[in-house]
């Protein structure tokens, strides 16, 4: 490159030509920058946990799907700055499941652990399982404020997951299910509650921790 550096009043100058390249590097290098600590995305990985959870909950629709994708990225839904709440939270449910009264028209055979999307950070504990295995309700609401209170995941894996949606086989839940995490999207990502026809027909109850804080739970 021809008179690209030169100097004038004993300052460093440098041709048109030379700042254009330099500049077409710089860009290059925030790119490569900026793709090598964003998130991978593995579409895969999402698109077999919704076929799964479609599966065997064949009731739910776009708000449980997004509610899936919400608690493996982000994990409990928020901060716990008050256990008073969250105790009785699980003692009530706790009796309603020992007084039958939680009921649901699909019965399934929930798995004591259910590893959560995209990676297996976070798991949901479903109760039933848990008590019937006669687990410490104590460590894992313990395990559950512990989580709440920690670092929540990077929301770019909300786009992996979007695009892992239009591999669905029903075309009506993946569309709906895009245009209610594009939705959410706009709000900032929120925690949500299970569609009605959801909760009617499964009655969930569970806890959303941490795995490493879960192996220590089901150890039995």
């Known amino acids: 490159m021809a008179c690209a550096l030169g100097k004038r009043d004993g300052r460093l100058q440098l041709s048109r030509s030379t700042l254009l390249v330099l500049g077409l590097v710089l860009s290059a290098m925030s790119r490569v920058s900026a793709a090598a600590v964003a998130p991978a995305c593995d579409a895969s990985a999402w698109q077999r946990a919704f076929r799964q959870y479609v599966a065997r909950y064949p009731a739910a629709g776009a708000a449980d799907l997004y509610k899936l994708a919400h608690h493996g990225i982000m994990g409990s839904e928020h901060a716990v700055r008050d256990t008073v709440p969250v105790r009785a939270w699980m003692t009530r449910e706790l009796a309603q499941l020992a007084a039958g009264t939680m009921t649901r028209t699909n019965p ?15 798991v949901r504990v479903h109760l039933r399982p848990f008590v019937a295995r006669r687990g410490d309700t104590e460590a894992l609401l313990r395990a559950f404020v512990a ?28 569309a709906a299910s895009r245009a209610f995490i594009a939705n959410r999207r706009r709000a900032g990502f929120p925690a949500v509650h299970h569609a009605d026809a959801y909760e009617r027909a499964y009655g969930p109850a569970y806890r959303v921790v941490a795995a490493r804080r879960a192996a220590a739970l089901t150890a039995k």
């Open 108 to 122: 399934v055979d929930d798995p004591l652990i259910e590893i959560l999307p995209p990676d297996g950070r976070f």
């Open 147 to 174: 989580t709440a209170n920690e670092a929540r995941g990077d929301t770019a894996q909300f786009a992996c997951a979007e695009q892992a949606l239009r591999a669905l086989p029903d075309v009506a839940i993946s």
